[in-house]
């Protein structure tokens, strides 16, 4: 099974909706998440937009909120809504693509197509930031993550994932 593959399901598990905007930096994990066809996808025109859309579905039902974003300005879009969940304590599931691994934190300003240091850049307004590095990583962030998410005073987290990490066999000891 593929990292995106892997997401799909752990998603189905716990929300029937995700928001978000497909684009080359999370593409691989909206096509695991449209073939599984349990989860659906609720296609904003902004992230922004996807991030708040997640805090209301919370703000509705107490159910859990996940926002799906690109790299590059789609994960510069993001922040706002971000930012609006950690003033407002609401348990958001932010996973935004990246670019490939061999790209990521070398330092540079950008890199790759659009690629930029977004864990960095919520690190204030989330409360648990990380870039997946390997697949072996995914079900303990994922899982991690969303007891973060919830625990004590409520508020976002994002994982971030190169792209390369979504087509990646998750290890069969993970």
Request: aromatic share 10%; proline share 5%; net charge neutral.
């Given at each position: 099974?593929?990292?995106?593959?892997?997401?799909?399901q752990?998603?189905?598990?716990?929300?029937?909706?995700?928001?978000?905007?497909?684009?080359?930096?999370?593409?691989s994990?909206?096509?695991s998440?449209?073939r599984?066809?349990?989860?659906?996808?609720?296609?904003?025109?902004h992230e922004?937009?996807?991030?708040?859309?997640?805090?209301?579905?919370?703000?509705?039902?107490g159910?859990?909120?996940?926002?799906?974003?690109?790299?590059?300005?789609?994960?510069?879009?993001?922040?706002?809504g971000?930012?609006?969940?950690?003033?407002?304590?609401?348990?958001?599931?932010?996973?935004?693509?990246?670019?490939?691994?061999?790209?990521c934190?070398?330092?540079w300003?950008?890199?790759?197509?659009?690629g930029?240091?977004?864990?960095?850049?919520?690190?204030?307004?989330?409360?648990?930031?990380?870039?997946?590095?390997?697949?072996?990583?995914?079900?303990?962030y994922?899982?991690?993550a969303?007891?973060?998410?919830?625990?004590?005073r409520?508020?976002p987290?994002?994982?971030?994932?190169?792209?390369?990490?979504?087509?990646?066999?998750?290890?069969?000891?993970?």
């Amino acid at each position: 099974m593929i990292v995106a593959d892997y997401i799909a399901q752990w998603l189905f598990e716990r929300t029937p909706y995700a928001f978000g905007i497909i684009g080359a930096g999370n593409a691989s994990l909206f096509d695991s998440i449209a073939r599984l066809a349990k989860t659906e996808i609720v296609c904003c025109h902004h992230e922004q937009a996807a991030v708040m859309a997640a805090g209301a579905y919370w703000r509705t039902g107490g159910h859990a909120a996940v926002a799906l974003v690109t790299t590059g300005g789609g994960s510069a879009n993001a922040i706002t809504g971000v930012v609006s969940a950690w003033m407002d304590s609401i348990p958001i599931l932010v996973i935004s693509g990246n670019e490939e691994v061999k790209y990521c934190d070398k330092g540079w300003r950008g890199w790759g197509v659009q690629g930029i240091p977004s864990v960095e850049m919520v690190q204030k307004v989330t409360k648990m930031s990380v870039r997946i590095w390997s697949p072996r990583q995914v079900a303990r962030y994922l899982d991690e993550a969303y007891k973060v998410a919830f625990a004590d005073r409520p508020g976002p987290v994002w994982l971030d994932l190169p792209r390369d990490i979504q087509s990646q066999n998750v290890p069969n000891d993970t």
